[in-house]
């Protein structure tokens, strides 16, 4: 098995919600971290602040669709790894405006692939080089209840401009394995949460508004299940597959652990009525409110990760109780960090998105 710590790591959109939780176990181990994020609304360079002026470390704010500045990084830094997390991320986002889901998650992909191919070749192929791209269970569709988990020979049939534009990059990164021989590794994860996820998204935007005292717009019937992993265990599962898999190698990873949104929604309600202490509105769960459902809105996502537990030895640590209490404490300590984001851009993005909504509530 390698070590990070012999590697020279490009982490693209580590100052994102994943990417950052990877960067600070990565630096911890790494010889060098070289940090590409082009602090989009979703990237916040508060999330690594405390990495910035420390030695060996470096962010650069840059597009990782500008083919220049990504040859020329991969150059003078010397790169061998790439971990790629950066992407348009939000669903809502990819139905309301696509074109930057295709700019950054197809183009941008394929930039790099190219950019590291050109770099590989230079260097004379060498064996220990790696890409990782790291994708989504999203790009499989949507299941029924008792349909089985994913797997990693499941057809791809992805449903929304989100899903649709990663399994296009998953696709690039396939192909340039098998055209190439580039060492390229793909991984699909389930839904994440944990610390530092924007609040946009479910677990946080939940959050957030129970602390403000707004409502909590659940959408449709709130049956759709999600499988939810802590994102600690997504990025030890990043590590285990960039150290030990085979080039070419794809792995499912996910948490064993589906949960209808209503429920995670009730779990939150009840978390923060226990350590919330001083919050705008008690009993927290009269502001659940069921909102018009979200076009195309999968039914279902589970995973089958039977593979990277028998290959790799990965399991998932965190159980979704312990994890979820961790997770509302954190919000609860770390106001400085996500109140600064709830800025005019997130107020016209979220009356947008749940103005005419919740007015045409259906339940
Ligand atoms: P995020 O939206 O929190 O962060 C994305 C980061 O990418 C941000 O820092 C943003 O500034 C950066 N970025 C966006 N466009 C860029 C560009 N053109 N050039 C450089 N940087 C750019 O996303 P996340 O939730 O941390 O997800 C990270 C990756 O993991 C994504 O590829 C996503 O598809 C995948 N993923 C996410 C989840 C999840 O539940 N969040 C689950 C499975 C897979
Ligand atoms: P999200 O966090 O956007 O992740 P994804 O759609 O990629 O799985 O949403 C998770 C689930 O929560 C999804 O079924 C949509 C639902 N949801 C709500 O019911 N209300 C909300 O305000 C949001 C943001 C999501």
């Not at 070749?121 to 949507?142: C, I």
């Not at 927290?284 to 279902?300: A, E, N, S, Y």
Request: aromatic fraction near 12%; proline fraction near 5%; charge should be negative.
């Amino acid at each position: 098995m390698g070590l990070l710590n012999d590697k020279r790591g490009l982490i693209t959109g580590g100052a994102g919600f994943i990417g950052s939780n990877f960067v600070r176990r990565w630096y911890d181990s790494a010889t060098s971290t070289l940090v590409l994020d082009a602090l989009t609304y979703a990237g916040d360079r508060a999330t690594i602040a405390d990495l910035e002026h420390q030695d060996e470390f470096e962010l650069i704010c840059g597009d990782i669709c500008e083919p220049a500045l990504v040859a020329q990084l991969l150059t003078s830094h010397n790169i061998d790894t790439v971990v790629h997390f950066a992407a348009e991320s939000h669903v809502d986002r990819s139905i309301s405006g696509p074109a930057v889901f295709v700019q950054t998650n197809v183009m941008g992909t394929f930039t790099l692939l190219e950019a590291f191919r050109q770099h590989w070749e230079s260097q004379g192929k060498p064996e220990h080089f790696r890409f990782l791209h790291v994708s989504t269970d999203e790009v499989f569709g949507s299941l029924r209840v008792d349909d089985p988990a994913f797997s990693e020979t499941t057809p791809y049939a992805p449903n929304s401009p989100y899903s649709a534009s990663k399994a296009g990059s998953d696709h690039l990164v396939r192909a340039y394995f098998h055209t190439y021989g580039l060492p390229t590794l793909i991984t699909n994860c389930s839904n994440n949460y944990g610390p530092y996820q924007f609040p946009e998204k479910l677990i946080p935007l939940m959050c957030v508004n129970i602390l403000l005292g707004k409502p909590l717009p659940v959408y449709g019937d709130g049956q759709n299940i999600r499988d939810w992993l802590h994102v600690e265990d997504h990025c030890r599962a990043i590590e285990s597959v960039l150290l030990q898999a085979e080039p070419g190698e794809t792995y499912n990873i996910g948490g064993n652990n589906q949960v209808k949104n209503i429920d995670i929604v009730e779990q939150l309600c009840e978390l923060m009525d226990d350590l919330g202490g001083d919050l705008p509105t008690r009993p927290t769960q009269q502001l659940i409110t069921f909102v018009k459902d979200r076009p195309g809105h999968d039914r279902r996502y589970a995973m089958d990760i039977s593979k990277i537990q028998r290959d790799l030895g990965w399991q998932p640590k965190y159980d979704f109780a312990t994890g979820l209490r961790q997770t509302v404490q954190w919000y609860l300590e770390h106001r400085d960090w996500w109140q600064p984001l709830l800025s005019q851009d997130y107020q016209r993005y979220y009356a947008a998105l749940y103005g005419d909504r919740v007015e045409q509530s259906e339940f």
